[in-house]
């Protein structure tokens, strides 16, 4: 017998076409997402290679052939996905020495890599430099010197691009804008000039672009234009602001729909600033996280039990705000569906986890089918600020991460196991003088 059409989740989500329903049960791509949680135990993050694919294909299109795609490894740092992302052709935007260590780790060139931050710390400096990454994000005057130095050390000069405050409302949450004047990032447009002389005057840098991240998630073109014009018009008051300039990277925060629309437009972002870039010459960087990877991934959490409180039904699951904090942090809010649709009436319920926290939900004021212990759920659209966020609160295992191609399943994570989390920690046992526990240490 013929196997009927998949059936997309949630159409009206347009989330991932990857995930959907074949045989009465969610797939990611040809597998069976109960199936992979047999196998692995859940909580577990599942991913899809080809969503990933898809989206990194439709950010190199709509920018074209001349733009350098480096893909913000925050989001979802797993080695596995860091290499999906290298054979796709994405650079990688850092935020950290660690993030550098990754790309080393998974064997991978830091040549097309940038690196942003508000304070990064010598060492970290001079990895990146003699990494010879493409260049950093700069933008605390306080790291000209260290650039400089690291520089000097090397014995090279170090490119630098001079991170932007160009005071632009995102239209985003407050927890993830980053472009406007009371936030901590970029350098105001009234102080950049001083920062582009101090930057000239060391003859260890070499400034090559303007940089602006505006935050994350947003759903409109409109602050990608109103940032540039603003740089433009910086960079247009004075020939030193801007020689020897070639890249205008904008940063990333292309937004995802979260099952209530359609993702960005991002064709429509490059269509609008492409011209404006290459009528000065300049090549664009991007820095997209949550578009490439947020879609592509699920969490699956299996139920623990059923509680009801006052009006409010709760649906006990064995994920938490430790595997997945983005509702607690952010009130970010995850479809949720479940993986073998259920019989009944759908109701209204809040799922949580097992954390000691009231900001422990996963969503709040779903609606689903009633939930038997035993039952499977999916959370979509977590691929991004998922597990790379995971944290061991209340002494939680991080969960496991696969990723699917086709039928193919691939092992990215192990589920991480209680020796491994307390392997750093100094039990008495271990060289402590007694009951404190502890490694004595000279004060
Ligand atoms: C400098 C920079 N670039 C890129 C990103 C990626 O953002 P998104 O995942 O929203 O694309 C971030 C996220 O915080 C960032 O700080």
Redesign the pocket.
């Known amino acids: 017998m013929a196997e009927p059409d998949p059936v997309p989740v949630a159409p009206a989500a347009a989330s991932s076409t990857e995930f959907s329903f074949r045989g009465g049960q969610l797939c990611c791509e040809a597998v069976a997402l109960a199936a992979l949680a047999q196998r692995f135990g859940t909580p577990l993050y599942v991913y899809s290679g080809a969503a990933m694919d898809r989206r990194l294909q439709t950010v190199r299109t709509a920018f074209g052939p001349g733009a350098h795609v480096c893909y ?1 490894v ?2 979802n740092s797993n080695l596995g996905v860091l290499r999906r992302m290298h054979a796709g052709g994405a650079g990688f ?1 850092l ?1 950290s020495g660690g993030e550098l260590e990754r790309l080393c780790a998974a064997g991978l060139p830091t040549a097309g890599a940038v690196f ?1 931050g508000v304070a990064k710390e010598p060492w970290e400096i001079a990895a990146a430099v003699a990494a010879d990454i493409l260049f950093f994000n700069v933008e605390s005057p306080h790291e000209l010197p260290l650039l400089a130095a690291a520089g000097a050390a090397a014995g090279r000069r170090v490119r630098v691009a001079l991170r932007l405050n160009p005071d632009v409302d995102a239209g985003t949450h407050a927890y993830i804008s ?1 472009g406007k004047k009371e936030n901590k990032f970029g350098v105001a447009l009234d102080r950049a000039g001083e920062l582009v002389a101090a930057i000239r005057r060391e003859p260890w840098l070499q400034l090559v672009g303007y940089h602006v ?1 505006l935050g ?2 947003l759903q409109s073109v409109d602050p990608y234009v109103v940032a540039f014009e603003r740089v433009a018009t910086f960079v247009a008051a004075s020939p030193l602001h801007a020689e020897g300039v070639t890249y205008y990277d904008l ?4 937004g995802i729909g979260y099952g209530k629309g359609p993702a960005l437009d991002v064709a429509a972002v490059a269509a609008a600033l492409l011209p404006r870039l290459a009528a000065r010459g300049w090549r664009p960087v991007v ?5 490439l990877v947020g879609d592509a991934g699920v969490l699956l959490t299996r139920v623990l039990g059923n509680k009801r409180q006052g009006e409010t039904r709760f649906v006990l699951v064995d994920a938490a705000m430790n595997d997945l904090v983005r509702p607690a942090l952010y009130q970010a809010e995850h479809p949720v569906t479940r993986v073998v649709p259920g019989a009944g009436s759908p109701q209204t319920v809040d799922v949580v986890g097992p954390v000691c926290e009231t900001s422990d939900f996963l969503a709040r004021r779903c609606l689903l089918p009633p939930c038997e212990r035993g039952d499977l759920l999916a959370i979509l659209a977590a691929g ?1 600020y998922g597990a790379s966020m995971a944290s061991n609160y209340n002494t939680r295992r991080r969960p496991a991460e696969v990723l699917v191609d086709g039928d193919q399943v691939r092992l990215l994570r192990r589920r991480e196991t209680f020796a491994a989390m307390f392997a750093d920690e100094m039990p008495a046992a271990d060289g402590g003088d007694g009951a404190d526990g502890g490694e004595v240490v000279d004060a």
């Open positions: 913000a925050k989001a935007d935020v942003a980053t991240h994350s998630q940063g990333g925060g292309f820095e997209p996280g949550r578009f991004a």
